[in-house]
Protein backbone atom coordinates (compact mmCIF):
# COMPACT_ATOMS: atom_id res chain seq x y z
CA UNK A 1 0.00 0.00 0.00
CA UNK A 2 3.07 2.21 0.30
CA UNK A 3 3.77 2.38 -2.97
CA UNK A 4 2.09 3.98 -5.83
CA UNK A 5 1.76 1.16 -8.46
CA UNK A 6 -0.69 3.53 -11.07
CA UNK A 7 0.38 6.23 -12.81
CA UNK A 8 0.14 9.71 -12.14
CA UNK A 9 -3.18 10.74 -13.57
CA UNK A 10 -4.67 14.01 -13.72
CA UNK A 11 -6.87 15.11 -10.79
CA UNK A 12 -10.18 15.29 -12.38
CA UNK A 13 -13.04 18.05 -11.12
CA UNK A 14 -15.36 15.43 -9.58
CA UNK A 15 -17.67 17.40 -7.98
CA UNK A 16 -18.81 19.75 -10.23
CA UNK A 17 -20.88 17.49 -12.39
CA UNK A 18 -23.82 14.95 -11.54
CA UNK A 19 -23.59 14.21 -15.54
CA UNK A 20 -23.64 10.41 -15.29
CA UNK A 21 -26.54 10.11 -12.52
CA UNK A 22 -28.71 12.10 -14.65
CA UNK A 23 -28.49 10.15 -17.82
CA UNK A 24 -28.95 7.28 -15.98
CA UNK A 25 -32.23 8.47 -14.82
CA UNK A 26 -33.02 10.08 -18.42
CA UNK A 27 -32.09 6.16 -19.73
CA UNK A 28 -34.72 4.49 -17.54
CA UNK A 29 -37.68 7.74 -18.09
CA UNK A 30 -37.16 7.54 -21.76
CA UNK A 31 -37.82 4.11 -22.04
CA UNK A 32 -41.72 4.87 -20.83
CA UNK A 33 -44.02 5.87 -23.51
CA UNK A 34 -46.41 7.41 -21.21
CA UNK A 35 -44.21 9.90 -19.38
CA UNK A 36 -42.43 10.76 -22.48
CA UNK A 37 -45.97 11.20 -24.18
CA UNK A 38 -46.40 14.24 -20.71
CA UNK A 39 -43.08 15.40 -21.60
CA UNK A 40 -43.95 16.01 -25.09
CA UNK A 41 -47.10 17.60 -24.00
CA UNK A 42 -45.90 19.93 -21.53
CA UNK A 43 -42.95 21.34 -23.63
CA UNK A 44 -46.13 21.85 -26.50
CA UNK A 45 -47.38 23.99 -23.82
CA UNK A 46 -44.37 26.21 -23.11
CA UNK A 47 -43.24 26.46 -26.61
CA UNK A 48 -46.92 27.88 -27.09
CA UNK A 49 -46.96 29.81 -24.01
CA UNK A 50 -43.54 31.11 -24.81
CA UNK A 51 -43.98 31.69 -28.57
CA UNK A 52 -47.31 31.47 -29.36
CA UNK A 53 -47.72 35.38 -28.32
CA UNK A 54 -45.23 36.06 -30.19
CA UNK A 55 -46.55 34.87 -34.12
CA UNK A 56 -50.04 35.29 -33.63
CA UNK A 57 -50.58 39.19 -33.19
CA UNK A 58 -52.56 41.05 -30.63
CA UNK A 59 -55.21 39.09 -28.79
CA UNK A 60 -57.47 42.20 -27.99
CA UNK A 61 -57.38 43.40 -31.69
CA UNK A 62 -61.46 43.39 -32.29
CA UNK A 63 -63.08 43.01 -35.68
CA UNK A 64 -66.60 43.60 -36.08
CA UNK A 65 -66.56 42.19 -39.71
CA UNK A 66 -65.63 38.80 -38.78
CA UNK A 67 -67.10 38.19 -35.82
CA UNK A 68 -67.41 33.89 -34.66
CA UNK A 69 -66.07 32.75 -37.51
CA UNK A 70 -65.47 29.18 -37.91
CA UNK A 71 -61.43 28.21 -38.21
CA UNK A 72 -59.74 29.35 -41.76
CA UNK A 73 -56.76 29.79 -43.09
CA UNK A 74 -56.58 33.81 -41.50
CA UNK A 75 -58.13 32.37 -38.64
CA UNK A 76 -57.38 29.07 -37.79
CA UNK A 77 -59.30 28.59 -34.56
CA UNK A 78 -61.37 30.87 -35.86
CA UNK A 79 -62.48 34.09 -34.30
CA UNK A 80 -65.25 35.45 -31.02
CA UNK A 81 -67.92 37.17 -30.54
CA UNK A 82 -65.98 40.55 -30.45
CA UNK A 83 -63.97 39.22 -33.48
CA UNK A 84 -60.63 38.36 -31.91
CA UNK A 85 -59.02 36.02 -33.11
CA UNK A 86 -58.84 32.60 -31.20
CA UNK A 87 -55.57 31.55 -31.77
CA UNK A 88 -54.16 34.88 -29.98
CA UNK A 89 -56.17 34.47 -27.17
CA UNK A 90 -55.49 30.66 -26.45
CA UNK A 91 -51.83 31.44 -26.96
CA UNK A 92 -52.18 34.40 -24.29
CA UNK A 93 -53.95 32.40 -22.29
CA UNK A 94 -51.20 29.54 -22.31
CA UNK A 95 -48.62 32.63 -20.56
CA UNK A 96 -51.23 33.08 -18.04
CA UNK A 97 -51.76 29.40 -17.34
CA UNK A 98 -48.13 29.45 -17.16
CA UNK A 99 -48.07 32.21 -14.60
CA UNK A 100 -50.25 30.98 -12.63
CA UNK A 101 -49.28 27.26 -11.94
CA UNK A 102 -45.88 27.63 -12.19
CA UNK A 103 -45.01 31.06 -10.62
CA UNK A 104 -47.92 29.82 -7.48
CA UNK A 105 -46.08 26.41 -6.90
CA UNK A 106 -42.41 27.94 -7.06
CA UNK A 107 -43.64 30.29 -4.41
CA UNK A 108 -45.80 27.44 -2.19
CA UNK A 109 -42.18 25.47 -2.69
CA UNK A 110 -40.13 28.72 -1.26
CA UNK A 111 -42.33 28.95 1.73
CA UNK A 112 -43.54 25.37 2.33
CA UNK A 113 -40.40 23.94 1.64
CA UNK A 114 -38.18 25.48 4.76
CA UNK A 115 -41.38 25.71 7.30
CA UNK A 116 -41.42 21.87 6.72
CA UNK A 117 -37.61 21.23 7.16
CA UNK A 118 -37.59 23.43 10.67
CA UNK A 119 -40.59 21.37 11.66
CA UNK A 120 -39.64 18.23 10.81
CA UNK A 121 -36.37 18.33 12.14
CA UNK A 122 -36.65 21.08 15.16
CA UNK A 123 -40.40 19.15 16.44
CA UNK A 124 -41.34 20.44 19.68
CA UNK A 125 -43.54 23.10 19.91
CA UNK A 126 -42.99 24.07 16.34
CA UNK A 127 -43.80 21.17 14.65
CA UNK A 128 -47.18 20.88 16.96
CA UNK A 129 -47.94 24.49 15.79
CA UNK A 130 -47.22 24.07 12.03
CA UNK A 131 -48.86 20.63 11.82
CA UNK A 132 -52.07 21.77 13.07
CA UNK A 133 -52.38 24.44 11.27
CA UNK A 134 -51.57 22.13 8.38
CA UNK A 135 -54.57 19.94 9.45
CA UNK A 136 -56.91 22.82 9.34
CA UNK A 137 -56.41 23.86 6.44
CA UNK A 138 -56.17 20.47 4.35
CA UNK A 139 -59.66 19.93 5.63
CA UNK A 140 -60.91 22.23 3.31
CA UNK A 141 -61.16 21.38 -0.54
CA UNK A 142 -58.17 22.98 -2.51
CA UNK A 143 -60.70 24.82 -4.78
CA UNK A 144 -62.87 25.92 -1.96
CA UNK A 145 -60.02 27.42 -0.07
CA UNK A 146 -58.48 29.15 -3.22
CA UNK A 147 -62.12 30.25 -4.07
CA UNK A 148 -62.10 31.79 -0.47
CA UNK A 149 -58.35 33.06 -0.63
CA UNK A 150 -58.64 34.68 -4.00
CA UNK A 151 -62.55 36.41 -3.29
CA UNK A 152 -60.48 38.26 -0.11
CA UNK A 153 -57.48 38.99 -2.29
CA UNK A 154 -59.79 40.56 -5.39
CA UNK A 155 -59.93 39.59 -8.81
CA UNK A 156 -56.18 40.07 -10.67
CA UNK A 157 -53.60 37.55 -12.09
CA UNK A 158 -51.55 38.41 -8.81
CA UNK A 159 -54.78 37.53 -6.68
CA UNK A 160 -55.05 34.02 -8.53
CA UNK A 161 -51.51 33.08 -8.02
CA UNK A 162 -51.27 34.21 -4.30
CA UNK A 163 -54.38 32.20 -3.54
CA UNK A 164 -53.10 29.48 -5.36
CA UNK A 165 -50.00 29.35 -3.99
CA UNK A 166 -51.36 29.24 -0.09
CA UNK A 167 -53.71 26.64 -0.91
CA UNK A 168 -51.05 24.51 -1.99
CA UNK A 169 -48.74 25.57 1.01
CA UNK A 170 -50.34 22.73 3.47
CA UNK A 171 -49.62 19.88 1.15
CA UNK A 172 -45.93 21.30 0.64
CA UNK A 173 -45.48 21.55 4.12
CA UNK A 174 -46.60 18.20 5.11
CA UNK A 175 -44.48 16.39 2.59
CA UNK A 176 -41.38 18.00 3.30
CA UNK A 177 -41.75 17.49 6.81
CA UNK A 178 -42.65 13.78 6.24
CA UNK A 179 -39.16 13.83 4.10
CA UNK A 180 -37.57 14.85 7.05
CA UNK A 181 -38.69 12.97 9.53
CA UNK A 182 -37.83 9.74 7.54
CA UNK A 183 -34.06 10.54 6.03
CA UNK A 184 -33.02 12.05 9.92
CA UNK A 185 -33.02 8.74 10.97
CA UNK A 186 -30.87 7.34 8.34
CA UNK A 187 -27.47 6.02 9.20
CA UNK A 188 -25.45 9.13 6.67
CA UNK A 189 -26.98 11.62 8.99
CA UNK A 190 -25.68 9.85 12.04
CA UNK A 191 -22.54 9.88 10.62
CA UNK A 192 -22.55 12.98 9.58
CA UNK A 193 -23.43 14.60 13.16
CA UNK A 194 -20.30 12.35 14.18
CA UNK A 195 -18.40 14.21 12.19
CA UNK A 196 -19.35 17.31 13.27
CA UNK A 197 -21.79 18.96 10.89
CA UNK A 198 -24.06 21.87 12.00
CA UNK A 199 -27.73 21.82 11.86
CA UNK A 200 -27.22 23.80 8.61
CA UNK A 201 -25.64 21.38 6.95
CA UNK A 202 -27.12 18.89 7.77
CA UNK A 203 -30.18 20.35 6.32
CA UNK A 204 -29.05 21.21 3.24
CA UNK A 205 -26.34 18.88 2.14
CA UNK A 206 -27.84 15.74 3.82
CA UNK A 207 -31.99 15.85 4.21
CA UNK A 208 -32.87 18.34 1.61
CA UNK A 209 -30.86 16.95 -1.69
CA UNK A 210 -32.07 13.36 -0.34
CA UNK A 211 -35.66 14.88 -0.47
CA UNK A 212 -35.82 16.33 -3.43
CA UNK A 213 -37.11 13.38 -5.36
CA UNK A 214 -40.64 13.59 -3.84
CA UNK A 215 -40.69 17.65 -4.14
CA UNK A 216 -39.88 17.53 -7.45
CA UNK A 217 -43.18 14.78 -8.21
CA UNK A 218 -44.87 17.18 -5.96
CA UNK A 219 -44.16 20.29 -7.57
CA UNK A 220 -44.95 18.44 -11.37
CA UNK A 221 -48.21 17.85 -9.51
CA UNK A 222 -49.29 20.96 -8.50
CA UNK A 223 -48.87 23.07 -11.50
CA UNK A 224 -51.46 21.28 -13.26
CA UNK A 225 -53.63 21.58 -9.88
CA UNK A 226 -52.97 25.16 -10.21
CA UNK A 227 -53.81 25.61 -13.69
CA UNK A 228 -57.33 24.11 -13.37
CA UNK A 229 -57.37 26.46 -10.35
CA UNK A 230 -57.08 29.80 -12.26
CA UNK A 231 -59.27 28.37 -14.90
CA UNK A 232 -61.84 27.84 -12.56
CA UNK A 233 -61.21 31.07 -10.66
CA UNK A 234 -61.44 33.05 -14.39
CA UNK A 235 -63.91 31.25 -15.32
CA UNK A 236 -66.48 32.10 -11.95
CA UNK A 237 -64.85 35.57 -12.40
CA UNK A 238 -62.97 35.90 -9.44
CA UNK A 239 -59.86 35.39 -11.17
CA UNK A 240 -57.97 37.40 -14.20
CA UNK A 241 -60.07 39.77 -15.36
CA UNK A 242 -61.33 40.43 -19.30
CA UNK A 243 -59.67 41.96 -21.33
CA UNK A 244 -56.52 39.61 -20.45
CA UNK A 245 -56.71 36.40 -21.90
CA UNK A 246 -57.36 32.90 -19.71
CA UNK A 247 -58.40 29.86 -20.67
CA UNK A 248 -61.36 30.07 -17.98
CA UNK A 249 -62.70 33.47 -19.06
CA UNK A 250 -62.74 32.03 -22.89
CA UNK A 251 -64.83 28.90 -21.53
CA UNK A 252 -66.65 31.60 -19.80
CA UNK A 253 -67.65 32.92 -22.54
CA UNK A 254 -68.13 30.70 -24.82
CA UNK A 255 -71.08 29.23 -22.91
CA UNK A 256 -73.53 32.05 -24.87
CA UNK A 257 -72.37 30.70 -28.13
CA UNK A 258 -72.34 27.13 -28.02
CA UNK A 259 -74.78 26.37 -30.59
CA UNK A 260 -73.26 29.41 -33.34
CA UNK A 261 -69.63 28.80 -32.28
CA UNK A 262 -68.62 25.48 -30.48
CA UNK A 263 -65.09 25.71 -31.19
CA UNK A 264 -64.60 28.80 -28.94
CA UNK A 265 -65.23 26.45 -25.65
CA UNK A 266 -63.61 23.23 -27.68
CA UNK A 267 -60.04 25.42 -27.98
CA UNK A 268 -59.21 26.58 -24.28
CA UNK A 269 -61.43 23.07 -22.77
CA UNK A 270 -59.37 21.02 -25.17
CA UNK A 271 -56.12 22.78 -23.65
CA UNK A 272 -56.50 22.46 -20.01
CA UNK A 273 -57.41 19.26 -20.27
CA UNK A 274 -54.07 18.73 -22.51
CA UNK A 275 -51.65 20.70 -20.60
CA UNK A 276 -52.84 19.20 -17.31
CA UNK A 277 -52.42 15.79 -18.58
CA UNK A 278 -49.04 16.63 -19.82
CA UNK A 279 -47.98 17.59 -16.18
CA UNK A 280 -49.89 14.77 -14.53
CA UNK A 281 -48.07 11.91 -16.96
CA UNK A 282 -44.72 13.84 -16.36
CA UNK A 283 -45.21 13.50 -12.89
CA UNK A 284 -45.75 9.84 -12.52
CA UNK A 285 -42.54 9.34 -14.59
CA UNK A 286 -40.45 11.21 -11.96
CA UNK A 287 -41.84 9.84 -9.61
CA UNK A 288 -41.59 6.24 -11.41
CA UNK A 289 -37.75 7.15 -12.12
CA UNK A 290 -36.83 9.25 -8.87
CA UNK A 291 -38.14 6.79 -6.34
CA UNK A 292 -35.27 4.12 -5.67
CA UNK A 293 -37.43 1.09 -4.67
CA UNK A 294 -38.62 0.94 -8.70
CA UNK A 295 -36.30 -0.95 -11.07
CA UNK A 296 -33.62 -0.44 -12.82
CA UNK B 1 -2.20 10.42 31.27
CA UNK B 2 -4.47 8.24 29.05
CA UNK B 3 -5.87 10.00 26.23
CA UNK B 4 -9.66 8.54 26.73
CA UNK B 5 -10.27 8.09 30.92
CA UNK B 6 -13.68 6.89 31.35
CA UNK B 7 -14.71 6.71 35.09
CA UNK B 8 -17.90 5.13 36.89
CA UNK B 9 -19.85 6.01 33.70
CA UNK B 10 -23.38 5.24 33.62
CA UNK B 11 -25.79 5.57 31.28
CA UNK B 12 -29.78 5.37 31.42
CA UNK B 13 -32.49 6.22 28.31
CA UNK B 14 -36.59 7.23 29.97
CA UNK B 15 -38.87 4.51 28.66
CA UNK B 16 -42.28 4.41 29.47
CA UNK B 17 -41.56 1.58 31.70
CA UNK B 18 -38.91 4.35 33.55
CA UNK B 19 -35.40 4.23 33.31
CA UNK B 20 -33.45 1.31 31.41
CA UNK B 21 -30.03 1.66 32.26
CA UNK B 22 -27.31 0.28 29.53
CA UNK B 23 -24.63 0.78 31.14
CA UNK B 24 -24.13 0.81 34.86
CA UNK B 25 -20.67 2.16 36.47
CA UNK B 26 -18.26 1.44 33.67
CA UNK B 27 -13.70 2.56 34.61
CA UNK B 28 -11.52 2.14 31.68
CA UNK B 29 -9.32 4.31 29.90
CA UNK B 30 -7.57 4.39 26.62
CA UNK B 31 -4.25 4.72 26.06
CA UNK B 32 -2.59 6.65 22.69
CA UNK B 33 -2.04 4.37 19.72
CA UNK B 34 -3.80 1.58 21.77
CA UNK B 35 -6.66 -0.39 20.03
CA UNK B 36 -8.93 -1.16 22.33
CA UNK B 37 -11.50 -4.19 21.89
CA UNK B 38 -15.15 -3.33 23.84
CA UNK B 39 -16.64 -6.60 23.15
CA UNK B 40 -20.35 -8.67 24.34
CA UNK B 41 -23.21 -9.92 23.32
CA UNK B 42 -25.69 -7.43 22.04
CA UNK B 43 -27.85 -5.18 24.49
CA UNK B 44 -24.07 -5.22 26.67
CA UNK B 45 -24.32 -1.75 26.81
CA UNK B 46 -20.45 -1.53 24.32
CA UNK B 47 -22.23 0.94 21.77
CA UNK B 48 -24.28 3.16 24.10
CA UNK B 49 -20.56 2.97 26.11
CA UNK B 50 -18.53 3.94 23.00
CA UNK B 51 -21.26 6.49 21.84
CA UNK B 52 -21.69 8.75 25.25
CA UNK B 53 -17.80 9.61 24.48
CA UNK B 54 -18.87 11.73 21.03
CA UNK B 55 -21.94 12.24 22.88
CA UNK B 56 -24.03 10.52 20.07
CA UNK B 57 -26.81 9.57 22.33
CA UNK B 58 -30.57 11.10 21.64
CA UNK B 59 -30.07 13.96 24.09
CA UNK B 60 -33.69 14.21 24.88
CA UNK B 61 -33.95 10.88 26.58
CA UNK B 62 -30.28 10.29 27.70
CA UNK B 63 -29.26 10.07 31.69
CA UNK B 64 -25.81 10.41 31.92
CA UNK B 65 -23.55 10.60 34.83
CA UNK B 66 -19.72 10.07 35.48
CA UNK B 67 -16.40 11.27 33.78
CA UNK B 68 -15.37 10.81 30.46
CA UNK B 69 -12.22 12.95 29.72
CA UNK B 70 -10.31 12.88 26.72
CA UNK B 71 -7.09 14.43 27.08
CA UNK B 72 -7.70 16.01 30.61
CA UNK B 73 -11.15 17.74 29.20
CA UNK B 74 -14.07 16.42 30.60
CA UNK B 75 -16.59 16.20 27.33
CA UNK B 76 -19.56 15.05 29.29
CA UNK B 77 -20.25 18.97 30.64
CA UNK B 78 -18.96 20.76 27.25
CA UNK B 79 -21.03 22.94 25.54
CA UNK B 80 -22.38 21.24 22.02
CA UNK B 81 -20.92 23.84 19.87
CA UNK B 82 -17.29 22.77 21.24
CA UNK B 83 -18.63 19.20 20.91
CA UNK B 84 -19.23 19.70 17.44
CA UNK B 85 -15.57 20.95 16.43
CA UNK B 86 -14.58 17.95 18.58
CA UNK B 87 -16.70 15.52 17.11
CA UNK B 88 -14.78 14.19 13.27
CA UNK B 89 -11.40 16.14 14.30
CA UNK B 90 -10.45 14.38 17.45
CA UNK B 91 -12.84 11.56 17.98
CA UNK B 92 -14.01 10.26 14.55
CA UNK B 93 -16.75 7.04 14.48
CA UNK B 94 -16.86 4.43 11.73
CA UNK B 95 -20.70 2.88 11.71
CA UNK B 96 -21.49 -0.48 11.27
CA UNK B 97 -23.64 0.08 8.17
CA UNK B 98 -21.38 1.04 5.18
CA UNK B 99 -23.35 0.96 2.54
CA UNK B 100 -25.86 3.51 4.52
CA UNK B 101 -23.32 5.49 6.09
CA UNK B 102 -22.47 7.48 3.08
CA UNK B 103 -24.75 10.72 1.57
CA UNK B 104 -25.94 8.99 -1.84
CA UNK B 105 -26.38 12.52 -3.06
CA UNK B 106 -22.71 13.45 -3.48
CA UNK B 107 -19.52 11.67 -4.64
CA UNK B 108 -17.33 9.75 -2.05
CA UNK B 109 -14.95 12.49 -2.84
CA UNK B 110 -16.60 15.37 -2.07
CA UNK B 111 -17.93 14.14 1.06
CA UNK B 112 -14.31 13.48 2.43
CA UNK B 113 -13.62 17.23 0.93
CA UNK B 114 -16.55 18.32 3.10
CA UNK B 115 -14.97 17.36 6.66
CA UNK B 116 -11.74 18.88 5.62
CA UNK B 117 -12.66 21.98 4.70
CA UNK B 118 -14.87 21.90 8.47
CA UNK B 119 -12.47 21.25 10.33
CA UNK B 120 -8.80 22.05 8.41
CA UNK B 121 -10.46 24.90 6.90
CA UNK B 122 -8.40 23.56 3.36
CA UNK B 123 -9.27 24.96 0.40
CA UNK B 124 -11.31 23.41 -1.99
CA UNK B 125 -8.18 22.63 -4.14
CA UNK B 126 -5.91 21.15 -1.40
CA UNK B 127 -9.03 19.55 -0.33
CA UNK B 128 -9.36 17.56 -2.90
CA UNK B 129 -5.50 16.37 -3.52
CA UNK B 130 -6.19 15.54 0.17
CA UNK B 131 -9.18 12.94 -0.59
CA UNK B 132 -7.22 11.06 -3.37
CA UNK B 133 -4.17 10.74 -0.69
CA UNK B 134 -7.06 9.71 2.16
CA UNK B 135 -8.67 6.97 -0.48
CA UNK B 136 -4.94 5.50 -1.52
CA UNK B 137 -4.37 5.90 2.12
CA UNK B 138 -6.79 3.38 3.43
CA UNK B 139 -5.94 0.82 -0.02
CA UNK B 140 -8.74 2.07 -2.57
CA UNK B 141 -6.85 1.16 -5.81
CA UNK B 142 -7.42 3.96 -8.15
CA UNK B 143 -8.37 6.44 -6.14
CA UNK B 144 -8.32 9.16 -9.08
CA UNK B 145 -11.43 7.43 -10.24
CA UNK B 146 -12.76 6.59 -6.96
CA UNK B 147 -13.03 10.26 -5.79
CA UNK B 148 -15.76 11.26 -8.68
CA UNK B 149 -17.77 8.14 -7.92
CA UNK B 150 -21.27 7.90 -6.01
CA UNK B 151 -21.33 5.57 -2.92
CA UNK B 152 -24.00 2.92 -5.09
CA UNK B 153 -20.95 2.63 -7.30
CA UNK B 154 -19.02 1.04 -4.40
CA UNK B 155 -19.11 -2.46 -2.89
CA UNK B 156 -19.86 -2.55 0.83
CA UNK B 157 -15.85 -3.22 1.63
CA UNK B 158 -15.02 -0.07 -0.34
CA UNK B 159 -17.35 2.17 1.43
CA UNK B 160 -16.24 1.13 4.63
CA UNK B 161 -13.25 1.98 3.25
CA UNK B 162 -13.99 5.44 2.33
CA UNK B 163 -15.77 5.59 5.76
CA UNK B 164 -12.48 5.37 7.35
CA UNK B 165 -10.73 7.69 5.17
CA UNK B 166 -13.65 10.39 6.23
CA UNK B 167 -13.31 9.60 9.85
CA UNK B 168 -9.32 9.64 9.92
CA UNK B 169 -9.03 12.87 7.63
CA UNK B 170 -8.70 15.23 10.53
CA UNK B 171 -5.93 12.95 11.84
CA UNK B 172 -8.30 12.09 15.08
CA UNK B 173 -6.57 10.98 18.14
CA UNK B 174 -9.69 8.42 18.66
CA UNK B 175 -11.51 6.50 16.38
CA UNK B 176 -14.59 4.57 17.38
CA UNK B 177 -15.48 1.88 15.35
CA UNK B 178 -18.92 0.35 15.67
CA UNK B 179 -18.50 -3.02 14.93
CA UNK B 180 -16.84 -2.44 11.31
CA UNK B 181 -16.75 -5.92 9.36
CA UNK B 182 -19.94 -6.77 10.78
CA UNK B 183 -21.57 -5.82 7.85
CA UNK B 184 -18.76 -7.43 5.35
CA UNK B 185 -17.98 -10.35 3.92
CA UNK B 186 -15.18 -12.51 5.73
CA UNK B 187 -13.18 -12.20 2.86
CA UNK B 188 -13.54 -8.10 3.20
CA UNK B 189 -12.93 -7.97 6.62
CA UNK B 190 -9.56 -8.93 7.13
CA UNK B 191 -8.47 -6.29 4.65
CA UNK B 192 -10.73 -3.88 6.53
CA UNK B 193 -9.03 -4.74 9.94
CA UNK B 194 -5.34 -4.59 8.11
CA UNK B 195 -6.71 -0.68 7.39
CA UNK B 196 -7.35 -0.19 11.13
CA UNK B 197 -3.99 -1.88 11.90
CA UNK B 198 -2.18 0.43 9.80
CA UNK B 199 -3.78 3.66 10.41
CA UNK B 200 -2.75 3.05 14.16
CA UNK B 201 0.85 2.56 12.99
CA UNK B 202 1.37 5.13 10.57
CA UNK B 203 -0.59 8.31 12.42
CA UNK B 204 -0.26 6.57 16.13
CA UNK B 205 -4.90 6.57 16.62
CA UNK B 206 -6.21 5.49 19.44
CA UNK B 207 -9.15 3.17 18.20
CA UNK B 208 -12.50 1.77 20.74
CA UNK B 209 -12.90 -1.07 18.85
CA UNK B 210 -16.47 -2.38 18.91
CA UNK B 211 -17.00 -6.07 18.94
CA UNK B 212 -18.90 -9.33 19.50
CA UNK B 213 -16.90 -11.51 17.30
CA UNK B 214 -13.18 -12.70 19.63
CA UNK B 215 -11.57 -13.77 16.47
CA UNK B 216 -11.63 -9.85 15.67
CA UNK B 217 -10.35 -9.02 19.61
CA UNK B 218 -7.15 -11.61 18.95
CA UNK B 219 -6.58 -10.55 15.63
CA UNK B 220 -6.05 -6.94 16.22
CA UNK B 221 -6.58 -5.56 19.54
CA UNK B 222 -3.92 -4.83 22.17
CA UNK B 223 -5.96 -5.11 24.98
CA UNK B 224 -9.87 -5.98 25.75
CA UNK B 225 -13.16 -4.59 27.71
CA UNK B 226 -15.40 -7.78 28.57
CA UNK B 227 -19.09 -6.33 29.05
CA UNK B 228 -21.85 -8.50 30.18
CA UNK B 229 -25.77 -6.63 31.46
CA UNK B 230 -24.06 -2.98 31.53
CA UNK B 231 -21.01 -3.99 32.96
CA UNK B 232 -17.18 -4.29 32.55
CA UNK B 233 -16.55 -7.88 33.57
CA UNK B 234 -13.03 -8.41 32.34
CA UNK B 235 -10.47 -6.25 31.48
CA UNK B 236 -6.64 -7.26 30.58
CA UNK B 237 -4.12 -7.20 27.48
CA UNK B 238 -5.27 -9.15 24.82
CA UNK B 239 -2.69 -12.14 25.28
CA UNK B 240 -3.25 -12.38 28.95
CA UNK B 241 -6.99 -12.30 28.35
CA UNK B 242 -6.99 -15.29 25.81
CA UNK B 243 -4.31 -17.45 27.64
CA UNK B 244 -5.79 -16.82 31.42
CA UNK B 245 -9.40 -15.82 31.26
CA UNK B 246 -10.51 -15.41 34.57
CA UNK B 247 -14.22 -13.92 33.85
CA UNK B 248 -16.30 -17.28 33.25
CA UNK B 249 -18.08 -15.14 30.82
CA UNK B 250 -15.27 -14.33 28.93
CA UNK B 251 -14.38 -18.34 29.07
CA UNK B 252 -17.40 -18.83 27.46
CA UNK B 253 -17.50 -16.58 24.73
CA UNK B 254 -13.75 -18.36 23.92
CA UNK B 255 -15.34 -21.56 24.38
CA UNK B 256 -18.13 -20.54 21.79
CA UNK B 257 -15.56 -19.50 18.54
CA UNK B 258 -15.46 -22.26 15.75
CA UNK B 259 -11.78 -22.56 16.80
CA UNK B 260 -12.27 -23.95 19.64
CA UNK B 261 -15.04 -25.93 18.69
CA UNK B 262 -14.93 -29.62 20.58
CA UNK B 263 -15.74 -33.39 19.04
CA UNK B 264 -19.32 -34.47 20.71
CA UNK B 265 -20.35 -38.03 21.12
CA UNK B 266 -21.33 -37.98 18.14
CA UNK B 267 -17.66 -38.01 16.82
CA UNK B 268 -18.88 -34.35 15.28
CA UNK B 269 -17.02 -30.90 16.74
CA UNK B 270 -19.96 -29.03 17.91
CA UNK B 271 -19.88 -25.25 19.50
CA UNK B 272 -19.98 -24.87 23.11
CA UNK B 273 -23.12 -22.10 23.65
CA UNK B 274 -23.62 -20.20 26.63
CA UNK B 275 -26.83 -21.55 27.88
CA UNK B 276 -29.30 -19.11 28.70
CA UNK B 277 -30.84 -15.41 27.57
CA UNK B 278 -29.07 -11.83 29.02
CA UNK B 279 -30.79 -10.44 32.22
CA UNK B 280 -33.86 -8.11 31.56
CA UNK B 281 -31.65 -4.19 31.68
CA UNK B 282 -35.11 -3.00 33.59
CA UNK B 283 -34.01 -4.98 36.58
CA UNK B 284 -30.68 -4.89 38.60
CA UNK B 285 -30.43 -6.85 41.94
CA UNK B 286 -27.43 -6.66 43.64
CA UNK B 287 -25.89 -9.95 42.46
CA UNK B 288 -23.58 -11.26 39.76
CA UNK B 289 -25.92 -10.92 36.41
CA UNK B 290 -24.02 -13.18 34.86
CA UNK B 291 -24.56 -16.29 38.02
CA UNK B 292 -27.87 -17.66 36.19
CA UNK B 293 -25.98 -18.67 32.79
CA UNK B 294 -22.59 -19.46 35.12
CA UNK B 295 -21.36 -22.71 35.41
CA UNK B 296 -18.94 -22.00 38.29
CA UNK B 297 -21.92 -20.12 40.35
CA UNK B 298 -22.19 -20.89 43.77
CA UNK B 299 -24.18 -19.35 46.47
CA UNK B 300 -22.44 -16.28 47.47
CA UNK B 301 -23.33 -15.14 43.65
CA UNK B 302 -26.52 -14.40 44.94
CA UNK B 303 -25.60 -12.79 48.22
CA UNK B 304 -23.40 -9.68 46.50
CA UNK B 305 -21.99 -8.13 43.22
CA UNK B 306 -18.30 -8.90 42.85
CA UNK B 307 -16.60 -6.01 42.36
CA UNK B 308 -13.83 -5.33 39.76
CA UNK B 309 -10.91 -6.78 41.09
CA UNK B 310 -7.18 -7.06 39.68
CA UNK B 311 -6.17 -10.61 39.31
CA UNK B 312 -2.00 -9.70 38.22
CA UNK B 313 -0.53 -7.26 36.33
CA UNK B 314 -3.34 -5.23 34.00
CA UNK B 315 -5.83 -7.56 34.29
CA UNK B 316 -9.11 -6.86 36.47
CA UNK B 317 -12.35 -9.47 36.78
CA UNK B 318 -15.44 -9.09 38.31
CA UNK B 319 -15.72 -12.43 40.39
CA UNK B 320 -15.78 -14.55 43.37
CA UNK B 321 -14.84 -17.59 41.14
CA UNK B 322 -12.12 -16.87 38.93
CA UNK B 323 -11.08 -19.48 36.08
CA UNK B 324 -8.90 -22.36 37.60
CA UNK B 325 -5.76 -20.44 36.55
CA UNK B 326 -2.81 -19.86 38.90
Request: include cysteine; aromatic fraction near 6%; hydrophobic fraction near 45%.
Amino acid sequence: MAEKTHPPEPIVRWNSGRADRRRRLWRRFRRRPMPMIGLTLVVAFLVLAVFGPLVSGDPSAQDYLATLMPPSIDHPLGTDDLGRDAFARVASGARTSLQAGVLSTLLAMAVGIPIGLAAGFYRRWLDSIVMRLVDVTLAFPFLVFAVGLAAILGPSLRGVVLALSFAQLPAVIRITRGEVLAIREMDYVSAAIADGATDGHILFRYILPNSAGPLIVQATVAIPTAIIGEATLSFLGLGVQPPTPSWGVMLSDAQQYLDQAPWLAIWPGLLIALATLGFNLLGDGLRDVLDPRSGP
Amino acid sequence: MSLLEITDLTVGFDTEDGTVHAVKGVSFGVERGEILALCGESGCGKSVTAMAVPRLLPSATTRLSGSIKLDGRELTVLPEAEMRRIRGKEVAVVFQEPMTSLNPSFTVGYQITEVLRRHERLSARAARARAVELLELVGIPAPHRRVGEYPHQLSGGMCQRVMIAIAVACSPQLLIADEPTTALDVTIQAGVLDVFRDLRDRLGTAIILITHDLGVVADIADRAVVMYAGRAVEQAPVEELFARPRHPYSLGLMRALPAAAVVGPDGRRRLTEIPGMVPSPLSDPQECAFHPRCPSAQADCTASRPPLERHGDAHLAACFHPGGHP
